[in-house]
T-cell receptor, first 115, second 112 residues
């Protein structure tokens, strides 16, 4: 069974440019999460989807960040415009929810560098 | 607000040693606790998941315990190997929330 897939793995952009990250969760996982991980820190939740509905986006900086999961499978996280402080690793995770004990499985992440 | 602390921040041991990593959390009303491993430049690999009703979980050389009342969990690694070198992260899911709150991790180095 394939794990959580993310692309690109690495992205270098100049500040004020837009950037987008893509995630494909494990098949059958209805819950999808986007996390932000700064160097030396644990991941912090940005947004959680139950199917196509964003049920927790309280930590998402909505002035520049947006996300979508149109068909309840793949998801895209966008930053526009990017700032220097956005340099971090963006992790996507998925879970089966209660049926799977809510165990979360993570993708390899996208490392973003903003110059 | 749930806070998760992991001690020590870094640990270096010789190969073959048994070791314990510690995780503490401030709010004991948790749904479950998950231990992850993260290799440099990689994502997180789930190691063990302990539900709030459980006291421990085992997988191979790994054993994780949970004491909800004291807000503590430990990850025991038996007969450590150089391949165990990684950062180990503890995360708790609060009751009524799907959100995982992570500690900062313990960076483990196992020397040959």
């Amino acid at each position: 069974e394939a794990g959580v897939v993310q692309s690109p793995r690495y992205k270098i952009i100049e500040k004020k440019q837009p950037v987008a990250f893509w995630c494909n969760p494990i098949s059958g996982h209805n819950t999808l999460y986007w996390y932000l991980q700064n160097l030396g820190q644990g991941p912090e939740l940005l947004i959680r989807y139950e199917n196509e509905e964003a049920v927790d986006d309280s930590q998402l900086p909505k002035d520049r960040f947006s996300a979508e999961r149109l068909k309840g499978v793949d998801s895209t996280l966008k930053i526009q415009p990017a700032e220097l402080g956005d340099s971090a690793v963006y992790l996507c995770a998925s879970s089966k929810g209660l049926a799977g004990g809510n165990e979360q499985f993570f993708g390899p992440g996208t490392r973003l560098t903003v110059l | 607000k749930q806070e998760v602390t992991q001690i020590p921040a870094a640990l270096s041991v010789p190969e073959g040693e048994n070791l314990v990593l510690n995780c503490s959390f401030t709010d004991s009303a948790i749904y479950n606790l998950q231990w992850f491993r993260q290799d440099p430049g990689k994502g997180l690999t789930s190691l063990l998941l302990i539900q709030s009703s459980q006291r421990e979980q085992t997988s191979g050389r790994l054993n994780a315990s949970l004491d909800k009342s004291s807000g503590r969990s430990t990850l025991y690694i038996a007969a450590s190997q150089p391949g165990d070198s990684a950062t180990y992260l503890c995360a708790v899911r609060g009751g009524g929330s799907e959100k995982l709150v992570f500690g900062k991790g313990t960076k483990l180095t196992v020397n040959p």
